[in-house]
């Protein structure tokens, strides 16, 4: 028997312990075992009674479920709770809904086949369903390792860790301040919350553009900050195009564009850009040739090999374009054979 057949005979056999059809039908439209999910309000419309009297009733059947299933009355639940429990275990004991099914089924779980997973976790006595709401994701864990109230409070934790060291961290730097067996549960609590996001083995807010870019300009900066180094545009779009980025099918010029609009990015030479929070300033070659001389403050003034080298640290230009510029007599004077200063200390 593969997967998805101990998955969906777990189902039925859940279902038949419900004796009245009108019960068995406000289970599976309020999980959406058959479709889509639904509301107490339109279950109550399509049943002509109130709101509150399906949620009561939805109530007593999932008790009734549970009951059954602690007195082992299912008979096709334990293999679908050994399944789940192995590959829960794998995943560091808790998981998405979506992920555990697709992991399980070995495809993308589609709404039925999600709602399937979260059903058999809620009525099953050795796994917590956690319900999504705003903060979390519908997810499922072993019971043994907290109910659902406690798995919260530690998702909360790592969250409240994550926004208190107000920059990207890792599991590994996560795990040396929180206190458990193996790093692979705190990533797994992790994966529960909404507020978190994950880019390149780093976690942080959701909020934050450097985990969770949303816009061009957040993934040329997240680019440019993994690889440390300048850039030339077409990199740069190679380099999202072949990302983990949700988006990443953006045009070579749409990416020059925002570099250009952006004071985060710094042209340092053709088509080659730095951040400036690396060090580098805009200007032009005799911008930064000024600013070094500025910098330098010294009356003989510097040579002009010295000038070179720090002016290339800056730009990735030729030596030439360098020398050229130091011709410019309005803004720099040769002192002595080889040394230059600016033409106007005090501007």
């Known amino acids: 028997m593969n997967n998805a057949d101990i998955i969906t005979k777990a189902i039925s056999s859940s279902l038949s312990i419900i004796e009245q059809e009108r019960e068995r039908e406000i289970i599976s439209r309020r999980f959406g075992l058959s479709g889509h999910k ?49 590959n829960l275990t794998e995943m560091g004991r808790i998981a998405r809904a979506s992920d555990l099914a697709q992991k399980i089924l070995g495809h993308e779980a589609d709404s039925v086949e999600k709602a399937n997973f979260s059903f058999l976790g809620e009525i099953s006595p050795i796994l ?8 979390y994701h519908n997810a499922i864990g072993i019971a043994e390792y907290g109910d659902e109230k406690a798995i919260r409070n530690k998702v909360d934790e790592i969250v409240a860790l994550v926004k208190s060291n107000k920059k990207p961290i890792t599991i590994e730097e996560l795990d040396e301040k929180l206190n458990y067996e193996h790093p692979s549960h705190i990533e797994a609590i992790a994966h529960v919350s909404k507020l978190l996001s994950t880019l390149n083995g780093q976690w942080g807010l959701t ?38 980025f949700k988006r990443k099918d953006v045009t070579v010029q749409a990416i020059h564009n925002e570099l250009i609009k952006d004071s985060r990015f710094v042209l340092i030479g053709r088509g080659i850009y730095a951040l400036d929070s690396w060090g580098y300033q805009k200007g032009t070659v005799s911008d930064i040739i000024t600013k070094i001389l500025k910098k330098a403050n010294d009356e003989e003034g510097l040579s002009r090999k010295e000038i070179v080298k720090r002016v290339l640290k800056e730009r990735k230009v030729k030596e030439t374009t360098v020398l050229l510029n130091l011709q410019n007599k309005k803004l720099f004077t040769k002192v002595g054979r080889d040394n230059y200063k600016l033409a106007n200390p005090d501007k």
Do not use: C
């Open 38 to 86: 639904e509301t107490l309000e339109q279950i109550g419309e399509m049943l002509s009674i109130t709101r509150e009297r399906v949620r009561q009733l939805e109530k007593a059947i999932l008790i009734r479920l549970r009951i059954a299933a602690e007195e082992g009355r299912i008979s096709e639940l334990a293999p679908a709770e050994k399944l789940i429990v192995r």
């Open 128 to 135: 917590t369903i956690i319900s999504e709401n705003d903060k």
């Open 207 to 244: 909020k934050w553009p450097t985990v969770n870019p949303k816009n061009i300009r957040d993934k040329i900066y997240v680019v440019l900050e993994e690889r440390k180094e300048p850039m030339h545009f077409n990199d740069i779009a190679k380099a999202i195009g072949s990302s983990d």
